[in-house]
C-alpha cells in the first residue's frame, strides 16, 4: 500500500495554529480600504497570522462598530487601511469573503 499523501491545502498551508486569508481569486469583491495614519485601539477578536504573510488583517470593535483592518509590514514601516465600518453581521460576512479570498 503506498504512503498516504497530505491534501494540498494541507502541505500548502503555512501554519496550523492561526488563520490566514487566502490568495484573492479572480473576481473577488474589491472592500474599500480607507488609509489610517493614526490607527486606534480595536478590540480584536479574530486576526491572521503574522507569522506566514506581511500584511495582517484583524476583525474587531472599535467604539461599538466593527471593522477589518488590513496593515502591510511590506515596507519596514506599518501601513494600515480599514474597511468602512458595518454592522456586526456584514462585517462577519466580509471578515469570512477576505479569509476565503473571494474579497480584497
Ligand atoms: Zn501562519
Redesign the pocket.
Known amino acids: 500500500m503506498p504512503p498516504r499523501v497530505k491534501a494540498p491545502e494541507v502541505l500548502t498551508a503555512?501554519?496550523a495554529?492561526?488563520l490566514?486569508a487566502r490568495i484573492a481569486q479572480a473576481g473577488a469583491e474589491v472592500l474599500q480600504w480607507t488609509p489610517v495614519t493614526s490607527p486606534v485601539r480595536m478590540r480584536v477578536e479574530a486576526s491572521t497570522?503574522h507569522?506566514?504573510?506581511p500584511i495582517t488583517y484583524e476583525f474587531g470593535l472599535i467604539g461599538g462598530r466593527w471593522y477589518i483592518r488590513r496593515t502591510d509590514y511590506r515596507r519596514g514601516k506599518p501601513v494600515v487601511h480599514e474597511a468602512v465600518a458595518q454592522r456586526h453581521r456584514i462585517a462577519e460576512e466580509r471578515w469570512r469573503m477576505l479569509l476565503a479570498g473571494v474579497a480584497i
Do not use: F, K
Request: hydrophobic share 20%; glycine share 0%; proline share 11%.
Open positions: 503555512p501554519c495554529v492561526a490566514h497570522c507569522q506566514c504573510s
